[in-house]
Nanobody, 123 residues
């Protein structure tokens, strides 16, 4: 069983930064690709970023490229999302996800998701 717990969300002004963390309770965390999704009110869930099990490959939605950075620490069973230059349209619940068999690139492959953490960007 995989448990994912996100933290680090909050209220920030436009142009500011936040770093999200996702702690995974799972054996062999390093065998999972990891990712972040987000869901804004009234909108479908959107893939934000993914990272391979080794951390050597990362993938981003066009809307966050150059502003967000995904990283992981396999020794701590944790994945991070550094968000810079935040915009009001980044406001959403951010959800951590795990992909046991994929590369982290395909948003359809993620089998496990956390409950999410709210990020609100004020303009």
């Amino acid at each position: 069983q995989v448990q994912l717990v996100e933290s680090g969300g909050g209220l920030v002004q436009a142009g500011g930064s936040l770093r999200l963390s996702c702690a995974a309770s799972v054996r062999s965390f390093s065998r999972y690709a990891m990712g972040w999704f987000r869901q804004a009110p009234g909108k479908e869930r959107e893939f934000v970023a993914g990272i391979s099990w080794s951390g050597s490959s990362t993938y981003y939605a066009d809307s966050v490229k150059g502003r967000f950075t995904i990283s992981r620490d396999n020794a701590k069973n944790t994945v991070y999302l550094q968000m810079n230059s935040l915009k009001s349209e980044d406001t959403a619940v951010y959800i951590c996800a795990a992909d046991r068999y994929g590369s982290g690139k395909d948003s359809q492959h993620y089998e496990y998701r956390g409950q999410g953490t709210q990020v609100t960007v004020s303009s």
